[in-house]
């Protein structure tokens, strides 16, 4: 991974994503197993470590989409780990091996509530089962993640022998994990030190919910504790709260440590990949990856911003693929409206900036559109700023492109054609967004024909542009 830079002698640190496992876990959210395969990709190429695919015990369709995956695996189109989960269950552990993933995860409870009301197991029993349990996996040549389920409410003298015990049947890696998100960052670092120093040759997972809202910064504290892998969905998803977000995650320890864990200006890629795969959409103040993250309203803020972006920003939006936003209204100040005005290819003298200010105050519309920016001022000063009507016929001809071909490929051979102006790959129900210009409707039509014709496109939808905003200069 050339993106990630580590000083001397410091542990890597790695991403494991479990949006498919336990982002699964969500309630309202089933993955088909194209979606399944379409993540795991997207996780690999934006370079987490390693991915937990699933349980092929809980559904048949969860099996098969495990073993696609530990095929492109093997055929060298996914890079990362791939990590298959399963209770401690000697039938479920043979299945689970029998997939031949590069691990398997052996979850068991390791608090006293869940050993005495789930396992029913006092807790020697419990290591005996965990000795067992792990042994089965090893001897069927795989490697092997021991998860002590609710370790954070477990005995930390007692996490210790179970760790010993797992480290010793052949687990070379044991997840640590906060089940109910009752960690907080002192505590987090306290059972990683520990755990850490008394068993220094196994590799160490947090894997954080967040019931109280502190799964980052529990995992961040787990990696200054010990840990050198961090648990991670994207969005967020998970049982109840969910768990740490790859997009926060991989953001504040960029911000806090200098180092890139995964191709951090991706990141709204494969946020948008499961949002549409899920069909839960991030609220707008999610960090790093929800609108609002680098989106300025007040005018203090905004003006603070135009004069140098770090007085409001911890990282340049560009770092995590976004883009910088203001938003108008009330709340706005002259800097903000004159550099709305000014982006909008209008330059204006101070009392005009002063006038419009006094409308957009009054207005209480709660987000300004440019349109209806552009109409204070034709109000103000009594002079038209039309939105341009085109001459050429512009359309926007969007694709879907067949499953079994490369939508690359595809786009390759669009681009080629005449009167088409761009073709972008997309997120979402459709691949591939082409911009055709054209003379008249007939050429139009002609030139949606010929992307019909092409090999692998599906289906296409069509929208003809009616008008674009002024972006040609006007000086007052
Ligand atoms: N190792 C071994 N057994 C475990 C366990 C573990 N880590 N965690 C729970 N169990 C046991 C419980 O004690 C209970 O056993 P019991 O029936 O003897 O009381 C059983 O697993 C869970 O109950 P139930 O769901 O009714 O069992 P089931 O045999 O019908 O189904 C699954 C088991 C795993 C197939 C089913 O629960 C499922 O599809 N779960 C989805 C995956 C999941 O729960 N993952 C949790 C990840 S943290
Ligand atoms: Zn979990």
Known sequence: MDFAIYAPGERRVRILDSTLREGEQTPGVVFS?????????????????????????VAPDIKSAIKKIVQLKKEGAIQSEIVVHSRAVKQD???????????????????????????????????????????????????VRFTAEDASRADLDYLVQVVKVARGAGADRVSIADTVGVFTPERAREYFSKVRAAVPDVGLDIHAHNDFGMAVANSLAAVE??????????????????????????????????????????LPEITAMVEAATGITLMPTFPVSGENA?????????????????????????????????????????????????????????????????????????RL?????????????????????????????????????????????????????????????????????????????????????????AATLTSLVLKELPVNSHTI
């Open 369 to 457: 559109r440019d349109e209806d920016l552009l109409e204070i001022l034709e109000r103000v000063t009594n002079m038209k700023f039309k939105a341009i009507v085109n001459r050429h016929i512009e359309a926007f001809v969007w694709l879907k492109v067949a499953n079994n071909v490369y939508t690359t490929s595809v786009a390759r051979r669009v681009a080629a054609l005449k009167n088409v102006v761009s073709v972008s790959e997309i997120t979402g129900d459709y691949d591939v967004v082409v911009k055709v210009v054209a003379e008249n409707a007939e050429e139009l039509n002609r030139v949606i024909e010929n992307i019909r014709e092409i090999k692998g496109v």
């Open 294 to 366: 680098f989106t300025h309203k007040a005018g203090v803020h905004q003006a603070g911003v135009l004069s140098n972006p770090e007085t409001y920003e911890p990282i340049p939006p560009e770092v995590v693929g976004r883009a910088r936003d203001f938003s108008l209204d009330k709340y706005s100040g002259r800097k903000a409206v004159q550099h709305r005005l000014e982006r909008l290819g209008v330059s204006v003298p101070p009392d005009v900036v002063d006038k419009v200010v006094e409308e957009v105050k009054r207005s209480n519309v709660p």
């Open 93 to 143: 552990l043979e299945t689970a091996a029998s997939l031949e993933p590069d691990r398997v995860a052996v979850f068991y409870g390791v608090s006293d509530v869940h050993l005495k009301y789930k396992h029913r197991k006092t807790r020697e029993e419990a290591l005996s089962v965990i000795a067992d349990m792990v042994s089965l996996v090893k001897s069927h040549g795989v490697s």
């Open 33 to 57: 197993e194209e979606w399944r395969v379409r993540i795991a990709k997207a996780l690999s190429d934006i370079g987490v470590g390693m991915i937990e695919v699933g349980d092929p015990n």
């Open 225 to 266: 504790g010990g840990a050198d892998v961090v648990h991670t969905t994207v969005n967020g998803l998970g049982e109840r709260a969910g768990i740490t977000p790859l997009q926060v995650f991989a953001a504040a320890y960029y911000y806090h440590k200098g180092v890139k864990l995964v191709k951090l200006e991706k």
